[in-house]
């Protein structure tokens, strides 16, 4: 009698230890450690010392030869990842990206300063400041209001070099560079029917509603997803919105702050600009880089179209 009321409690045991290892795996992807707000761009009213930063050009090659940076490296988002179909879009080996970070002089801890068009391109600096993120380099920022903010920071450094009780301005704090800001399409399918994740459809409204402008197999967006077009998150002024602006526009849409966030889009370029901004206003947000070229490449996975 003992063994079978002693069987019965290891049966018990092992049944607890199964739901509670269950629920574990459950749980949405949450990586400790991290402060709430994390700056990934810097504006004007940072009152950083932009000049001292290593320029990473991501413009386009138009905006380069109109305004050209003295010293700064050109890079594209293309040169950081894969071209290989469906899988085009998704990041380099992070030991690709680092070496050709390194290529062009710059080192693991150096300060990096990306600029970009801003609202008038596809959010590259913010997918260049994600990838090198991944990468391990924890002091790469972008700027917005991209050049125009820079000549202003040239010009206001140009006017105070006679003055010599400048004091220097504290740069941002490092954030934790074990920390990956990725979801794989393995992981977006497992949180899927749980609805661990809030998800964002960064691309345009038509594109939503099932629109094919840039080679996904098939239209329409992922099941549960909200439309939010990264061009919202823009002012009049071509400038990103604040904090506010953002949590309100957000909140309208049903987004909870406390819930972590998934952001896509064709190919994970306009998602991880939205990534950046999400990240330094507090979100726990991730940036699912095979986007729509991946999901939409496989007929097993669903997809909704409409509104």
């Not at 950081?80 to 080996?93: I, S």
């Not at 994600?130 to 790469?140: C, D, K, M, N």
């Not at 966030?261 to 947000?285: E, K």
């Amino acid at each position: 009698m003992k063994v079978f009321r002693g069987y019965g409690i290891y049966l018990f045991s092992l049944s607890l230890f199964w739901a509670f290892w269950l629920q574990l795996t459950a749980e949405p992807k949450v990586q400790p450690g991290e402060s709430k707000e994390t700056p990934w761009f810097l504006s004007e009213e940072s009152s950083y010392p932009f000049t001292e930063f290593t320029v990473l050009d991501t413009r386009s090659s138009l905006q380069r030869w109109k305004n050209k940076v003295p010293g700064s490296k050109v890079i594209t988002w293309e040169e950081l990842a894969r071209t290989d179909f469906p899988h085009k879009g998704e990041l380099l080996e992070l030991k690709l990206v680092r070496k050709k970070i390194n290529d062009l002089g710059i080192k693991l801890n150096d300060s990096i300063l990306v600029l970009g068009d801003g609202a008038s391109g596809w959010g590259e600096e913010g997918r260049i400041v994600w990838s090198l993120r991944e990468a391990g380099f924890t002091q790469v920022y972008w700027l917005d209001g991209g050049y125009e903010t820079y000549e202003k920071e040239i010009r206001k450094k140009t006017n105070l070099k006679s003055e010599n009780n400048i004091n220097p301005t504290p740069k941002p704090s490092k954030p934790n560079s074990n920390l990956s800001y990725t979801i794989q399409k393995e992981e977006l399918v497992k949180g899927l029917s749980s609805k661990a994740y809030q998800l964002l459809d960064t691309r345009e409204p038509r594109e939503f509603s099932g629109a094919t402008p840039y080679g996904e197999s098939r239209g329409g967006h992922i099941p549960g997803a909200k439309s939010v077009f990264y061009q919202e998150l823009f002012d009049a002024k071509g400038q990103i919105k604040s904090k506010a602006e953002v949590e309100l526009y957000l909140k309208r849409l049903g987004i909870q702050k406390e819930k972590p966030v998934v952001a896509y889009c064709t190919g994970g370029v306009r998602s991880a600009f939205v990534v950046g901004i999400l990240r330094t206003y507090g979100y726990n947000a991730y940036n699912y880089a095979g986007s729509m070229w991946e999901w939409s490449h496989d007929p097993n996975l669903p997809l909704e179209t409409g509104n």
